[in-house]
Protein backbone atom coordinates (compact mmCIF):
# COMPACT_ATOMS: atom_id res chain seq x y z
CA UNK A 1 0.00 0.00 0.00
CA UNK A 2 1.70 3.27 -0.86
CA UNK A 3 0.33 7.00 0.24
CA UNK A 4 0.47 8.98 -3.00
CA UNK A 5 3.27 11.72 -3.12
CA UNK A 6 2.75 15.34 -3.71
CA UNK A 7 5.63 15.26 -6.60
CA UNK A 8 5.12 12.42 -8.20
CA UNK A 9 1.21 13.05 -9.03
CA UNK A 10 1.95 16.67 -9.67
CA UNK A 11 4.66 15.56 -12.44
CA UNK A 12 2.58 12.61 -14.02
CA UNK A 13 -0.43 14.93 -14.28
CA UNK A 14 1.54 17.26 -16.12
CA UNK A 15 2.81 14.24 -18.50
CA UNK A 16 -0.62 13.47 -19.23
CA UNK A 17 -2.90 16.78 -19.23
CA UNK A 18 -4.85 15.73 -16.80
CA UNK A 19 -4.92 14.13 -13.26
CA UNK A 20 -7.30 10.63 -12.54
CA UNK A 21 -8.94 10.46 -9.36
CA UNK A 22 -10.19 7.24 -8.32
CA UNK A 23 -13.41 7.46 -6.08
CA UNK A 24 -13.61 5.12 -3.36
CA UNK A 25 -16.38 5.35 -0.82
CA UNK A 26 -17.48 3.91 2.30
CA UNK A 27 -16.00 0.28 1.86
CA UNK A 28 -16.62 -0.75 5.52
CA UNK A 29 -14.24 -3.44 5.76
CA UNK A 30 -14.72 -6.50 5.79
CA UNK A 31 -18.29 -5.68 5.64
CA UNK A 32 -20.29 -7.73 2.60
CA UNK A 33 -19.58 -8.69 -0.73
CA UNK A 34 -15.73 -9.46 -0.36
CA UNK A 35 -14.82 -11.12 -3.27
CA UNK A 36 -16.61 -8.04 -5.46
CA UNK A 37 -14.52 -5.41 -3.33
CA UNK A 38 -11.62 -7.28 -4.17
CA UNK A 39 -12.43 -7.48 -7.19
CA UNK A 40 -13.12 -4.08 -7.70
CA UNK A 41 -9.28 -3.51 -6.12
CA UNK A 42 -8.29 -6.18 -8.78
CA UNK A 43 -9.95 -4.16 -11.64
CA UNK A 44 -8.63 -0.72 -10.88
CA UNK A 45 -5.22 -1.99 -10.61
CA UNK A 46 -5.19 -2.48 -14.07
CA UNK A 47 -6.30 0.92 -14.89
CA UNK A 48 -3.03 2.28 -16.44
CA UNK A 49 -4.37 6.21 -16.27
CA UNK A 50 -5.10 6.49 -12.32
CA UNK A 51 -2.79 8.65 -10.26
CA UNK A 52 -4.31 7.66 -7.17
CA UNK A 53 -7.09 6.35 -5.46
CA UNK A 54 -9.32 8.53 -2.71
CA UNK A 55 -10.54 6.62 0.08
CA UNK A 56 -13.61 9.02 1.07
CA UNK A 57 -13.92 7.76 4.82
CA UNK A 58 -15.95 4.74 6.74
CA UNK A 59 -12.94 1.72 5.20
CA UNK A 60 -14.04 0.10 8.60
CA UNK A 61 -17.12 -1.14 8.74
CA UNK A 62 -18.62 -0.89 12.59
CA UNK A 63 -16.52 0.96 15.16
CA UNK A 64 -12.75 0.79 13.69
CA UNK A 65 -11.54 -1.76 15.76
CA UNK A 66 -8.27 -3.44 15.55
CA UNK A 67 -9.69 -5.95 13.52
CA UNK A 68 -11.28 -4.04 11.07
CA UNK A 69 -8.35 -1.50 10.38
CA UNK A 70 -6.28 -5.24 9.82
CA UNK A 71 -9.30 -6.22 7.44
CA UNK A 72 -8.67 -2.52 5.96
CA UNK A 73 -5.52 -2.50 4.98
CA UNK A 74 -5.66 -6.57 4.09
CA UNK A 75 -8.00 -5.40 1.70
CA UNK A 76 -6.31 -2.40 0.43
CA UNK A 77 -2.71 -3.63 -0.45
CA UNK A 78 -4.84 -5.46 -3.01
CA UNK A 79 -5.02 -1.75 -4.98
CA UNK A 80 -1.50 -1.59 -6.94
CA UNK A 81 -2.04 2.25 -6.70
CA UNK A 82 -1.29 5.24 -4.49
CA UNK A 83 -3.94 6.30 -2.51
CA UNK A 84 -5.24 9.04 0.26
CA UNK A 85 -7.14 7.51 3.07
CA UNK A 86 -9.69 9.86 4.96
CA UNK A 87 -11.54 9.16 7.85
CA UNK A 88 -15.36 8.90 8.38
CA UNK A 89 -18.08 8.61 11.36
CA UNK A 90 -17.09 4.13 11.46
CA UNK A 91 -13.25 4.63 11.73
CA UNK A 92 -13.65 6.37 14.66
CA UNK A 93 -16.81 7.89 15.90
CA UNK A 94 -18.47 4.61 17.11
CA UNK A 95 -18.27 2.28 19.92
CA UNK A 96 -19.71 -1.05 19.30
CA UNK A 97 -23.18 -1.55 19.74
CA UNK A 98 -23.20 2.35 17.48
CA UNK A 99 -22.91 4.58 21.02
CA UNK A 100 -20.87 7.78 20.12
CA UNK A 101 -17.44 6.99 21.54
CA UNK A 102 -16.21 8.98 24.38
CA UNK A 103 -13.25 11.61 23.58
CA UNK A 104 -10.78 8.95 24.55
CA UNK A 105 -11.98 6.17 22.78
CA UNK A 106 -12.01 8.37 19.62
CA UNK A 107 -8.52 9.63 20.05
CA UNK A 108 -7.48 5.91 20.10
CA UNK A 109 -9.29 5.25 16.83
CA UNK A 110 -7.56 8.13 15.04
CA UNK A 111 -4.34 6.96 16.15
CA UNK A 112 -4.79 3.78 14.90
CA UNK A 113 -6.34 5.22 11.54
CA UNK A 114 -2.99 7.19 11.44
CA UNK A 115 -0.51 3.87 12.42
CA UNK A 116 -2.47 1.71 10.34
CA UNK A 117 -2.21 4.17 7.24
CA UNK A 118 0.99 4.59 7.93
CA UNK A 119 0.05 9.00 8.20
CA UNK A 120 1.34 11.80 9.67
CA UNK A 121 -1.92 13.63 9.33
CA UNK A 122 -5.51 13.00 9.04
CA UNK A 123 -5.91 15.92 6.34
CA UNK A 124 -3.55 17.12 3.74
CA UNK A 125 -3.16 19.58 0.74
CA UNK A 126 -1.96 18.57 -2.94
CA UNK A 127 -1.50 21.24 -5.45
CA UNK A 128 -2.04 20.14 -9.25
CA UNK A 129 -1.13 21.76 -12.11
CA UNK A 130 -4.70 23.53 -12.44
CA UNK A 131 -6.45 22.73 -9.07
CA UNK A 132 -5.43 22.78 -5.49
CA UNK A 133 -6.98 19.53 -3.70
CA UNK A 134 -8.21 19.61 0.20
CA UNK A 135 -8.62 16.32 1.81
CA UNK A 136 -10.37 16.32 4.86
CA UNK A 137 -11.20 14.39 7.73
CA UNK A 138 -13.91 12.79 10.76
CA UNK A 139 -11.77 13.81 13.63
CA UNK A 140 -14.20 15.55 16.07
CA UNK A 141 -13.48 14.30 19.75
CA UNK A 142 -16.69 15.27 21.24
CA UNK A 143 -19.75 16.53 18.29
CA UNK A 144 -22.84 14.68 18.43
CA UNK A 145 -22.75 14.76 14.82
CA UNK A 146 -21.89 11.68 12.38
CA UNK A 147 -19.38 13.79 10.12
CA UNK A 148 -17.55 16.42 12.31
CA UNK A 149 -14.12 17.84 11.42
CA UNK A 150 -12.04 19.45 14.46
CA UNK A 151 -11.36 23.28 15.33
CA UNK A 152 -7.52 22.80 14.28
CA UNK A 153 -8.68 21.16 11.36
CA UNK A 154 -10.98 23.62 10.25
CA UNK A 155 -8.63 26.12 11.34
CA UNK A 156 -6.34 24.71 9.28
CA UNK A 157 -8.31 24.22 6.30
CA UNK A 158 -9.32 28.26 6.32
CA UNK A 159 -5.77 29.33 6.26
CA UNK A 160 -4.64 27.11 3.20
CA UNK A 161 -7.93 27.94 1.13
CA UNK A 162 -7.92 31.48 1.73
CA UNK A 163 -3.86 31.05 -0.02
CA UNK A 164 -5.61 29.57 -2.90
CA UNK A 165 -5.44 30.79 -6.34
CA UNK A 166 -6.56 28.02 -8.46
CA UNK A 167 -9.81 26.07 -8.71
CA UNK A 168 -9.61 23.90 -5.75
CA UNK A 169 -11.55 20.58 -4.36
CA UNK A 170 -12.50 19.25 -1.43
CA UNK A 171 -12.80 15.57 -0.45
CA UNK A 172 -14.45 14.94 2.86
CA UNK A 173 -16.80 11.57 4.10
CA UNK A 174 -19.98 13.35 4.35
CA UNK A 175 -21.78 16.09 1.53
CA UNK A 176 -22.16 19.56 2.29
CA UNK A 177 -25.76 19.89 1.56
CA UNK A 178 -27.62 22.80 1.94
CA UNK A 179 -29.50 23.59 5.12
CA UNK A 180 -33.12 23.19 3.69
CA UNK A 181 -31.87 19.70 3.20
CA UNK A 182 -31.86 18.50 6.65
CA UNK A 183 -34.36 21.14 7.96
CA UNK A 184 -36.95 19.14 5.38
CA UNK A 185 -35.82 15.71 6.94
CA UNK A 186 -33.96 16.45 10.77
CA UNK A 187 -32.41 12.85 10.19
CA UNK A 188 -30.38 14.11 7.68
CA UNK A 189 -28.86 15.88 9.87
CA UNK A 190 -25.98 13.63 10.62
CA UNK A 191 -26.08 12.82 6.39
CA UNK A 192 -24.13 16.48 5.89
CA UNK A 193 -20.65 17.56 6.69
CA UNK A 194 -20.30 19.71 10.44
CA UNK A 195 -19.98 22.31 12.01
CA UNK A 196 -22.49 23.14 8.90
CA UNK A 197 -22.28 26.47 9.51
CA UNK A 198 -18.86 27.21 9.51
CA UNK A 199 -17.75 25.20 6.23
CA UNK A 200 -21.00 26.70 4.57
CA UNK A 201 -19.64 29.97 5.37
CA UNK A 202 -16.28 29.15 4.54
CA UNK A 203 -17.41 27.78 0.99
CA UNK A 204 -19.28 31.23 0.24
CA UNK A 205 -16.22 33.03 1.21
CA UNK A 206 -13.93 31.26 -1.10
CA UNK A 207 -15.12 30.88 -4.38
CA UNK A 208 -12.12 29.26 -5.75
CA UNK A 209 -14.28 26.31 -4.27
CA UNK A 210 -15.58 24.96 -6.91
CA UNK A 211 -16.49 21.49 -5.60
CA UNK A 212 -16.87 19.03 -2.96
CA UNK A 213 -16.89 15.00 -3.13
CA UNK A 214 -18.40 12.62 -0.25
CA UNK A 215 -19.49 9.35 0.48
CA UNK A 216 -21.09 8.49 3.31
CA UNK A 217 -24.89 9.00 1.70
CA UNK A 218 -24.99 5.31 0.27
CA UNK A 219 -27.37 6.50 -2.39
CA UNK A 220 -26.73 4.64 -5.66
CA UNK A 221 -26.48 6.29 -9.13
CA UNK A 222 -29.59 4.66 -10.17
CA UNK A 223 -31.26 6.89 -7.44
CA UNK A 224 -32.67 10.34 -9.24
CA UNK A 225 -30.61 12.27 -5.82
CA UNK A 226 -27.44 11.01 -7.31
CA UNK A 227 -27.42 13.75 -9.96
CA UNK A 228 -30.32 16.11 -8.75
CA UNK A 229 -28.65 19.52 -9.01
CA UNK A 230 -31.57 21.46 -7.06
CA UNK A 231 -30.08 18.42 -3.82
CA UNK A 232 -26.38 18.88 -4.32
CA UNK A 233 -25.50 21.76 -5.33
CA UNK A 234 -24.92 24.62 -2.17
CA UNK A 235 -23.91 28.05 -4.51
CA UNK A 236 -21.44 27.62 -6.96
CA UNK A 237 -20.30 24.48 -5.96
CA UNK A 238 -20.90 21.19 -7.40
CA UNK A 239 -21.31 18.22 -4.71
CA UNK A 240 -20.11 15.09 -6.49
CA UNK A 241 -22.08 12.28 -4.65
CA UNK A 242 -20.32 8.57 -4.96
CA UNK A 243 -21.78 5.32 -3.86
CA UNK A 244 -20.73 3.16 -1.15
CA UNK A 245 -18.48 -0.03 -2.02
CA UNK A 246 -20.28 -2.32 0.56
CA UNK A 247 -23.73 -3.21 -1.58
CA UNK A 248 -26.02 -1.28 1.16
CA UNK A 249 -27.72 1.52 -0.41
CA UNK A 250 -30.42 3.62 -1.09
CA UNK A 251 -32.33 3.64 -4.01
CA UNK A 252 -36.02 5.25 -3.57
CA UNK A 253 -35.11 8.89 -3.87
CA UNK A 254 -35.26 11.04 -0.76
CA UNK A 255 -35.41 8.47 1.98
CA UNK A 256 -33.45 6.82 4.44
CA UNK A 257 -34.19 3.57 2.98
CA UNK A 258 -31.17 1.33 2.67
CA UNK A 259 -31.42 -2.16 0.69
CA UNK A 260 -28.85 -4.96 0.40
CA UNK A 261 -28.19 -5.53 -3.42
CA UNK A 262 -24.74 -6.93 -5.32
CA UNK A 263 -24.03 -3.83 -7.34
CA UNK A 264 -20.98 -2.63 -7.51
CA UNK A 265 -19.93 1.16 -8.88
CA UNK A 266 -16.75 3.34 -8.75
CA UNK A 267 -16.63 6.99 -9.72
CA UNK A 268 -13.55 8.54 -11.73
CA UNK A 269 -12.89 12.34 -11.74
CA UNK A 270 -10.79 13.49 -14.82
CA UNK A 271 -9.20 16.67 -14.10
CA UNK A 272 -8.68 18.42 -16.78
CA UNK A 273 -6.97 22.42 -17.45
CA UNK A 274 -10.80 23.61 -17.98
CA UNK A 275 -13.15 21.09 -17.25
CA UNK A 276 -13.70 18.38 -14.66
CA UNK A 277 -15.52 14.80 -16.13
CA UNK A 278 -17.06 12.12 -13.62
CA UNK A 279 -17.68 8.98 -15.34
CA UNK A 280 -19.46 5.91 -13.96
CA UNK A 281 -17.74 2.02 -14.27
CA UNK A 282 -20.14 -0.51 -13.54
CA UNK A 283 -18.33 -3.20 -11.55
CA UNK A 284 -20.81 -6.04 -12.36
CA UNK A 285 -20.93 -5.41 -16.37
CA UNK A 286 -17.66 -4.73 -16.49
CA UNK A 287 -18.05 -1.21 -18.45
CA UNK A 288 -18.30 2.22 -18.25
CA UNK A 289 -21.80 3.82 -18.10
CA UNK A 290 -22.28 6.49 -20.23
CA UNK A 291 -25.74 8.29 -19.55
CA UNK A 292 -24.28 9.08 -16.35
CA UNK A 293 -21.38 10.62 -17.23
CA UNK A 294 -21.09 14.51 -16.34
CA UNK A 295 -18.93 17.17 -17.58
CA UNK A 296 -18.12 20.39 -15.63
CA UNK A 297 -16.73 23.37 -17.20
CA UNK A 298 -13.94 25.59 -14.50
CA UNK A 299 -13.14 29.01 -15.30
FE1 LIG B 1 -20.50 7.37 6.97
Known amino acids: MK ?36 QVLK ?3 TWNDIDFAAVLGDICDICGDTSEYKASL ?15 NHDCFFEEGFFPASPDGRTKKIKLFKDTFGLPELYREIKLPWYNLYFLSVDSLNSKYFATISDSQLKWFE ?10 IVFFHAPLLEEKTFRFMPALIDFVAHPHEELSRIVQENPSIIMWVSGHLHIAP ?15 MINILNCDLNGQSIFAGATLHFEFHEKVWTRSLYLYPNK ?7 H ?16
Open 284 to 299: ISCEWVEKWNRSYLVS
Open 74 to 88: DFLKLLKKPLIPISG
Open 159 to 168: EKIKQSRKPS
Open 43 to 45: TAS
Open 222 to 236: ENPYFFNEEATKNGK
Open 276 to 282: IEAKIFD
Open 3 to 38: IVDQDEVLSDSVQKGYCHILMLADPHFPGRIHEKKK
